[in-house]
């Protein structure tokens, strides 16, 4: 995709992801002369490793749920919108309890979140009416009808193309090698071909964008956080619903009083589903672990055979899959886990829109159209609030 | 062994010969013999239809690679039948799609 | 973990040769493969409830390969089959997975000889059921003894193909033609070369001549077009092709058949290697992707060889030779041999080789694969087999600037099925290179990930490493 060689823009965003591609089709979409310049391909990075996941049942009221709510909805508006299918699924979400610990904190859990988000408290009988296959170990669960997934690929691949439906340029196999700086303000970005100036710069380059932040003399304080996940052979339906445990529910940010061996560390934030429909429908995704080995990749003894034990463990009949490929992404992890959304104090004109961790996919379009009007009235979104650079 | 099924008459003395159904009709088969191979004698053809577009797939490469000759196998869905030895009473059914699941752990 | 000297994972002719040459030597061997039974492809056994009352009447592949078998079974080689090597973790830590158990095990050395797998060929009607490829009808034919149809088409590249035509007619079956790719001029120009590899030369001039004493029309510079059928194969076209395999039009010949047989080469099988982290490169003139090797065919890992049709396609009998010094260099790491000894045998058998190399540069030239072979599809074709995906989706994604296997991939889904990217990786590396205008050395492969064939995770949760 040449354009030509050095041109003017209102703002470049770097990083081609669901991140990426959601900031340039919100700006595209205010009228904004918008390039997205990417140095593989669309979706190319974290956001091809992603299982897709776009779970809100368990997000801390305020903010946090507050943007998840809302970005649902706007993949619903973007389903139609857009001009190619993302493959998104309100499956519903399951987070179950596997004794009577978590049985007792996920009531209590789902009996205060309800005011904020359609979420119930499932019995055993009910659970299993839902999912038969489900190991009888299982007491409970909580179930959120919202929860779902989509193809990431695919998301990003949308967002682009809408972009440039409505005008905005998208530059693939282009690296960005250099950040101009012009009176102290970010002007643009060097590729090895040539210099795109713009007053307004985004850096959603993901695990990448510590070192486009050192392009431009910023420091972002965001580093790889490995996950490994598996994926069997498409199968007859299993599971309906997306099945995550009582690990994953952050309960000291609930205000619950919980016990360390519930309130997992990141290592014990395991999920699975299997896509109902689509292109990737009856395969099983297993997901995932937890590892901070910078940008290595690849797959490990431990990994995979935990990931087939945690499956087997929550659906026995999984044990007769097959599992066909294990995979690794890299999660944008900040110092603090949050969003690292907004200007960077150092250097004016220059955005950062990463730090999604495990949640990009859930946050991208609200992350885009916030930051898209951050960026087009020049005042910062109150929802953004606490996710801003300066807090750092 | 009828005149009219695909086998090579000689120079070799097959196992003993016995029964798989295949989508419910009895199939003579050798023991010894793959499914597919009991199947291709037999003039049966089309093993599976895709889930995508319905269209027939069968015994492709032969060695467990192209994973196209699938079927159901004892009410197991996605069962390579090129690797997979015949025994007495084996239940075989064209797969349709991703099959199906009787839930056995 | 345990720690084994040499781990050997494939029981074909080259890891079969491995084995007995490191094994005699007195190196601790363990042999792995995924088949219920040794010999891998070209040395495949008749199941073992089939009896043979006349072993003479079998061709010479079945006693050759027994008798390989049984030396490696003497010799007290530790052999695991029905097992799967499923991964390959710090270059040397060997995972496998059998039945319903999974272990580790750390190999001091380890020797791939993985094989090869059908070139597969994208053109329409290729997923037709009575469509297979050479090597699964000669595995139907040989081990199973049953005919892939009554009146079979013969399309392809190499010398497998007189062997398959003449195992059909040997079964009873009516061979329709034999269609080989390349125009086969001036083979008097290959004399110098094949002069000392008569033997070769003559099985397959002995192989062509009962072909034509049969009556079956053996068409050079010929390809296949299309196959036509609703749900099995009916017809089958095949046309003229130029020298570089590009098929002219206007010069279609049909012919009515049950069956097709396609063989059009192999492609080395590189998970392992690709996966442990050995390097490789693209070679043009056999359009395969092989393990860099030393002469003593060691990868650029150190202790790990590879041997075989795994390293690059070039027979059984370079596959035995390669085997056998792989073994020998290994009990020599190993300390097992003593230097004299070590000199002379390596020296001969890098000897033979050279000696058989020349052969293969003959065949290589002979048989070289013409671009128009990655031509033969149109826009609905096929190209990905398991997820359905055709030439006409892959070409868009790539011009659209999925310019790398691994994004044609996550855009399309293309490589994500059950043959984890083996069908339709190799021509969608050539469409890549076509449409973006690189050489195919540069166009990359997808990303390799355990596990190197699809295992069930009943296997995988049952750890039975040994403490």
């Not at chain 1, 310049?37 to 979706?43: H, K, L, Q």
């Not at chain 3, 790990?304 to 070039?314: C, E, I, L, R």
Request: glycine share 12%.
């Amino acid at each position: 995709m040449a354009g030509v060689a050095g041109r003017s823009w209102d703002v470049v965003v770097v990083g081609a992801g669901v991140i990426g591609s959601a900031v340039t089709y919100a700006l595209a979409r205010l009228g904004r002369r918008v390039c997205l310049v990417e140095r593989g391909a669309v979706a190319g990075g974290t956001s091809s490793a992603s299982a897709g996941q776009t779970s809100v049942q368990g997000r801390v009221p305020g903010p946090s749920l507050a943007l998840a709510l809302a970005n649902i909805g706007l993949l619903a508006e973007l389903a139609a919108e857009l001009p190619t299918d993302f493959e998104y699924v309100q499956s519903g979400g399951l987070i179950l309890a596997e004794d009577e610990t978590e049985y007792r904190l996920l009531r209590q859990f789902a009996a205060q979140q309800s005011a904020h988000v359609p979420v119930e408290f499932l019995e055993a009988e009910e659970v299993r009416r839902l999912e038969p296959y489900l190991n009888p170990r299982v007491v409970g669960a909580t179930y959120c009808p919202l929860d779902g997934y989509l193809n990431p690929m695919a998301l990003a691949l949308a967002l682009a193309r809408g972009a440039q439906t409505l005008g905005a340029e998208v530059r693939t196999q282009t690296e960005v090698i250099g950040v101009s700086i012009q009176n102290g303000r970010a002007a643009g970005v060097r590729t090895r071909r040539d210099t795109l100036s713009a007053g307004i710069v985004v850096n959603a380059a993901g695990v990448w964008s510590a070192d486009l932040g050192r392009l431009a003399g910023v420091e972002v304080p965001v580093v790889p956080r490995k996950g490994q996940l598996l994926v069997t052979e498409p199968l007859p339906p299993l599971v309906s619903t997306v099945l995550s445990h009582a690990g994953h529910i952050p309960f000291k940010e609930h205000g619950i009083d919980a016990p360390p061996h519930v309130e997992g560390e990141l290592q014990k934030k395991r999920y699975m589903k299997q896509a109902k429909s689509g292109g990737f429908q009856g395969r099983v995704y297993i997901g995932s672990t937890s590892e901070f080995v910078g940008f290595d990749r690849g797959n490990t003894w431990d990994g995979v055979t935990g990931l087939c034990q945690y499956a087997v463990d929550t659906v026995p009949a999984l044990a007769r899959a097959r599992l066909v490929r294990g995979w690794a992404g890299l999660r944008p992890r900040s110092r603090d886990g949050r969003f690292v959304i907004g200007e960077a104090p150092a250097l004016p004109g220059f955005f950062l829109a990463t730090g999604h961790d495990s949640i990009g996919v859930l946050h991208s379009t609200m992350t885009g159209k916030l930051l898209a009007e951050w960026i087009h009235t020049g005042r910062r979104p109150e929802l953004l609030a606490p996710f801003d650079p300066a807090r750092f | 062994m009828t005149h009219d099924d695909l086998r090579i008459a000689t120079p070799v003395q097959r196992g003993r010969l016995l029964t798989i159904l295949v989508d419910g009709r009895e199939v003579p088969a050798y023991e010894g013999e793959t499914v597919a191979a009991a199947l291709l004698a037999a003039g049966y053809r089309t093993f599976r239809l895709t889930p995508r577009g319905q269209t027939p797939r069968s015994y492709f490469c032969g060695m467990g690679v192209c994973h196209d000759c699938l079927m159901m196998v004892d009410g197991l869905p996605n069962v390579r039948t090129c690797m997979t030895p015949v025994r007495d009473g084996l239940r075989v059914d064209t797969q349709h799609g991703l099959g199906e699941w009787d839930g056995r752990s | 973990m345990r720690s084994v000297e040499c781990v050997v994972i494939g029981g074909g002719p080259a890891g079969l040769a491995a084995a007995q040459a490191a094994a005699r030597a007195g190196v601790q061997v363990m042999l792995v493969d995924e088949n219920a039974q040794l010999g891998g492809q070209y040395y495949r056994q008749l199941p073992v409830t089939f009896q043979v009352p006349n072993s003479a009447r079998l061709p010479k592949e079945y006693a050759e390969g027994r008798t390989l078998i049984q030396e490696v079974q003497a010799l007290g080689v530790d052999l695991r089959l029905d097992t799967v090597a499923w991964a390959v973790f710090d270059a040397e830590i060997v995972a496998l997975a059998s039945g319903d158990a999974t272990e580790r095990l750390q190999a001091e050395t380890l020797i791939l000889a993985p094989g090869a797998y059908d070139r597969p060929v994208p053109f329409p009607g290729w997923t037709l059921p009575g469509v297979m490829t050479a090597g699964g009808a000669q595995n139907l034919m040989k081990a199973y003894r049953v005919l892939p149809g009554r009146r079979v088409l013969v399309a392809g590249s190499g010398p497998l193909l007189l062997v398959v035509a003449h195992s059909l007619l040997q079964g009873g079956a009516e061979v329709a033609a034999v269609c080989e790719a390349s125009p086969m001029r001036d083979l008097w120009r290959y004399a110098p070369w094949m002069l000392p590899h008569l033997n070769f030369a003559q099985q397959g001039y002995d192989y062509w001549r009962q072909i034509r004493e049969a009556g079956v029309p053996f068409l050079r510079g010929r390809i296949i077009r299309h196959v036509l059928g609703r749900t099995e194969v009916t017809r089958a076209v095949i046309s003229r092709c130029d020298e570089a395999w590009r098929p002219l039009s206007g010069t279609e010949q049909g012919f009515d058949v049950d069956a097709v047989v396609i063989g059009y080469g192999f492609v080395p099988s590189l998970e392992l290697s690709r996966l442990a982290g050995c390097e490789h490169r693209y070679l043009p003139e056999v359009d395969s992707w092989v393990p860099t090797r030393t002469p003593d065919l060691e990868t650029t890992l150190p202790g790990v060889f590879v041997v075989g049709d795994g390293a690059g396609v070039a027979g059984s009998a370079v596959a035995r030779a390669e085997g056998g010094l792989a073994g020998l260099v290994v009990a020599q790491r190993l300390g097992k041999i003593a230097e004299r000894d070590y000199g002379i045998l390596r020296a001969r058998a890098r000897g033979r080789l050279r000696h058989l190399a020349g052969f293969r540069r003959v065949m290589d030239s002979l048989y070289r694969v013409g671009p128009g072979l990655y031509s033969l599809a149109d826009d609905v074709t096929p190209l990905c087999r398991c997820e359905e995906i055709t030439v006409g989706e892959a070409l868009a994604a790539i011009r659209e600037g999925a310019t790398h296997p691994s994004e044609v991939k996550a855009w399309t889904r293309t490589g994500m099925g059950r043959c984890q990217g083996r069908m339709c990786g190799p021509t969608l590396a050539h469409l890549i290179a076509r449409t973006a205008g690189r050489p195919v050395a540069e166009v990359g492969l997808f990303t390799q990930r355990p596990p190197t064939k699809p295992v069930p995770l009943s296997a995988l949760i049952h750890d039975v490493t040994a403490v």
